[in-house]
């Protein structure tokens, strides 16, 4: 296998949470050197979610479920942004500035000026930088100074107004859409950089608002509106152009499958496979599918109320009909398909002992195979290495910047510790209560087939 | 020397694909500079009848999906079904750089097109191809489209209400998931292809490409062994509440964030007292009881607008956000003044926007244009003999 594209591609990562980091875990898994700064007084806010067992003892934040998915094979650098020690931490960054290809930021518009670290510094730092701002706004328009969270801009991008129940409000996904979706457009955004950078030596500034990267989504609807001033309606799970198509309960609890019927033919072939030829005959065009929809769907969801979703997926794909199981995340993981193609990663975190990991692009390469089974960085666990190797400290200057807490491999936070450790405990008895969760299984460790230290099977 | 104005100058593309996701993965290269040649069979992309169509009038040259996926590429039509068209597609594949199709795994194999057939003759070349299940597994053959990705992903069953059935997103978000994966595949395989000179075989996955951006759904189980269940939407994280409440004029995002609570929004809706009150104070339990949370809330959003609210909350810091829809959307003044929809003429149409600007680079900005009619570049298979 040959080298991957992006090794010896260094990144400087001041990004946090989800969008930014989501596009520089692409860039770590090609193969880039990314170098995520964090400080012990602003930790990545995700090092707090999803704790392994639900426990916050020890050093927790390197634990975290949420962080190992989209750090894995960053090296962590903890400095501080702040006046401390005469503005060191700044300094610092700086002079990393001069040895990277790469600087990813999420701030806020303005705070990288205000650091003295926006794009026409970094250019006179290396003139041959590329800098991407990732933000939710944008760095210009009258809402770029915005606060934007995730679960917010999926609605602003416009995707909401077609996502919900018929006759209902707006909803989201049920993950921060817009964050994976935007990452990945970060990450293609930088790599086109590159590409040209390769050609011509020139670097440049990339500008992505998080609300604009998700609208082309809503393409079609916008186009109805642009030409025929139709506004869109929330219809479920039915399409703007097939009959039928929704989700139907089958036999166990909870438990659903999706169909889409795409032409005359697909629907031949549902009415075959679910016993009911007289159907084929009696609705035989998209139009008066349309029309006698809701009497359809009851009779597929007679057929489908008894088998489980996934012998009906596999008897209706093998008869030529597109459907497919709803997946509880649990099923995702167990899933005969993806395991086949390795899509998940068993991925030794270290402090949380091996747990199963998504791969984070869709994507396989003949040529090479993409580093993604590698463990997210422990806070400041490279600090010294980055700093004696690419700026060239001494084991004095380093212990110095420890000192003076510009750098460290704990957090400090606002909250007095114990508070902290009972803030990221959820509260998985009253989620279970509510409806929110399905199941809590205590032996899930011997379904994944892991050890995680302190949970050895007994013998 | 004059520098190139796009970042992906000189690349040239053939792409076979049709639908969404091949199509919009190519459309970004083609925004990037790239020159993409789509190759469509005689009756063409079949978004062309997909509409939506001026005035509800089906024509092939007017399908606002088309129109929105294929800006900037040149159309040429060929039936690979037939040997002189399978030819021509491969004198075309010998001019490419890069080569994007979607057809169903092993169905360009039986036309001696797929990969392990060209790779010979064309070493260099980048071959990707967008699926909704990839190439191998056990439903590789399986038909799909955004919907099974997402039943598969594991998304729609955290999506939607919890006494309802599990709900799709809107607008086909597994085609566009795989639309970009395919990009940062092909952009890849492109820097490598600069670095090596060889090319290769880019298999991507639509189910996959949604796949990975399972948020924490599939880590709740590994880490916690609890299984994750659609709650209005509702995030397990804690962020309660971050989510979409009907106003007087429509709809508005209420999302506290790290600092709302408990003085903030006590401020902002105007009940400075509710500072003291418990499910201000306490995240979990606001969480928990939030049938009594949004008893305090929702009268008062039923009496006010969302500008007005959106406007107060981030005077306050607050990341309230908009609930925007097409009219909304193409009106907003922000997404105007950064200039994100570029208007286009369409020929047969008129004048449209496109949702062009998703990102802005310094040196070597997005192009944006329209889509080309049916085999309107037939002449560049001429060419190509």
């Known amino acids: 296998m040959a080298d991957l594209p992006l090794s010896g591609v260094r990144v400087l990562d001041l990004a946090q949470v989800y969008a930014g980091p989501t596009a520089t875990r692409l860039l770590a898994d090609l193969g880039a050197d990314v170098i995520k700064v964090e400080g012990v007084t602003r930790m990545d806010i995700t090092r707090n979610f999803v704790m392994p067992d639900n426990d916050s003892t020890d050093d927790y934040w390197n634990k975290a479920g949420y962080f190992v998915l989209r750090n894995g094979g960053k090296r962590s650098l903890t400095v501080d942004l702040g006046e401390g020690a005469g503005g060191a931490g700044v300094g610092i960054l700086k002079k990393l500035a001069a040895e990277c290809d790469v600087v990813v930021e999420s701030f806020t518009p303005h705070v990288m000026a205000k650091l003295g670290m926006d794009y026409e510094s970094l250019k006179a730092i290396r003139p041959d930088i590329i800098m991407i701002s990732m933000s939710g706004y944008g760095q210009n328009g009258p809402w770029r100074d915005f606060a934007g969270y995730g679960m917010g801009l999926e609605p602003a991008s416009g995707m909401s107004s077609i996502t919900g129940y018929p006759g209902g409000d707006p909803l989201r996904t049920g993950i921060s859409f817009t964050d994976p979706y935007s990452g990945i457009v970060g990450a293609g955004a930088v790599l086109s950089a590159l590409v040209y950078r390769r050609r011509t030596g020139n670097g440049q500034y990339i500008d992505l608002s998080e609300q604009e990267a998700a609208i082309p989504i809503v393409g079609y609807a916008l186009m109805n509106y642009a030409m025929n001033g139709r506004l869109p309606e929330r219809k479920g799970n039915r399409s703007h152009w097939y009959a039928p198509q929704g989700c139907y309960r089958c036999a166990d609890d909870d438990d659903w499958l999706i169909i889409t019927v795409r032409d005359d033919a697909e629907w031949q072939a549902l009415c075959a496979a679910i016993g009911r030829p007289d159907a084929a005959a009696k609705y035989p065009d998209v139009a008066s599918r349309f029309e006698a929809h809701d009497e359809i769907d009851a009779m597929i969801e007679a057929w489908t109320e008894s088998r489980d979703h996934m012998t009906a997926m596999h008897e209706l794909q093998k008869g030529g009909v597109l459907a497919a199981a709803v997946l509880t995340p649990k099923e995702e993981l167990f899933d005969e398909h993806l395991k086949e193609r390795g899509f998940f990663d068993m991925v030794d975190t270290r402090c949380a002992g091996p747990r199963p990991v998504p791969h984070q692009l869709g994507a396989k390469f003949s040529a090479f195979e993409m580093d993604t089974a590698r463990p997210s960085p422990k806070l400041g666990e490279h600090n010294k290495e980055i700093l004696q190797d690419l700026l060239g400290m001494s084991d004095e200057e380093v212990a110095a910047l420890a000192e003076q807490k510009v750098i460290g491999d704990e957090p400090v936070t606002a909250v007095p510790a114990q508070v902290m450790r009972m803030f990221v405990q959820w509260p998985l008895t009253s989620y279970m209560n509510m409806g929110a969760l399905r199941v809590i299984e205590p032996d899930y460790r011997e379904q994944l087939g892991i050890t995680v230290p302190g949970h050895e099977p007994e013998s | ?385």
């Not at chain 2, 993965?25 to 509409?51: F, H, M, N, Q, S």
């Not at chain 2, 009594?292 to 009496?303: G, H, M, T």
């Not at chain 2, 008129?350 to 037939?378: Q, V, W």
């Open chain 2, 1 to 385: 020397m004059d520098l190139p104005d796009t970042a992906l100058d000189g690349i040239r593309v053939v792409d076979l694909s049709q639908g969404i996701a091949g199509p919009y993965c190519t459309k970004l290269l083609a925004d990037l500079g790239a020159e993409v040649i789509k190759v469509e069979p005689p009756d063409g992309d079949y978004t062309r009848r997909l509409g939506p169509f001026p005035g509800d009038v089906p024509d092939p040259e007017k399908s606002g999906l088309f129109i929105h996926l294929n800006g900037n590429k040149k159309s040429v039509t060929l039936d690979i079904n037939e040997p002189a068209g399978r030819d021509a597609l491969r004198r075309l594949l010998g001019t490419a750089d890069v080569f994007v199709e979607s057809e169903m795994p092993g169905r360009l194999s039986e036309l001696e097109l797929g990969y392990h057939d060209v790779h010979g003759d064309f070493p260099n070349l980048v071959y990707t191809s967008v699926t909704p299940f990839g190439q191998n597994g056990p439903y590789a053959g399986y038909k799909g489209n955004s919907l099974a990705a997402m039943a598969l992903s594991g998304l729609m069953y955290v999506t939607g209400d919890p006494d309802k059935p599990p709900l799709v997103t809107g607008g086909e978000p597994g085609e566009y998931f795989g639309a970009l994966h395919a990009w940062v595949g092909t952009l890849a395989a492109i820097e490598h292809h600069d670095q090596t000179g060889a090319g290769q075989h880019v298999d991507v996955s639509c189910l996959e490409a949604l796949g990975s951006a399972d948020e924490y759904n599939t880590t709740m189980y590994a880490w916690l062994g609890a299984v994750r269940r659609r709650f209005y939407s509702r995030h397990h994280i804690p962020t309660y509440p971050s989510e979409i409440f009907p106003c007087r004029d429509g709809h508005i995002v209420v999302i506290g964030g790290a600092t709302g609570f408990p003085l903030l929004m006590a401020i902002l809706i105007e009940q400075p007292e509710l500072e003291n009150n418990p499910l201000f104070q306490n995240l979990w339990l606001r969480t928990i009881q939030w049938e009594d949370f949004e008893k305090i809330l929702r009268p008062y959003l039923a009496e006010h607008d969302w500008q007005d609210l959106l406007t107060r909350a981030q005077e306050l810091r607050v990341p309230f956000a908009a609930v925007l829809d097409p009219q909304t959307l193409l009106d907003n003044e922000h997404l105007r003044e950064r200039a994100f929809f570029a208007e286009i003429e369409q020929a047969g149409v008129g004048k449209l926007p496109i949702a062009c600007h998703i990102f802005r680079m310094s040196e070597t900005p997005l192009r944006c244009g329209p889509a080309p009619a049916l085999g309107a570049d037939n002449p560049v298979l001429e060419g190509s003999a």
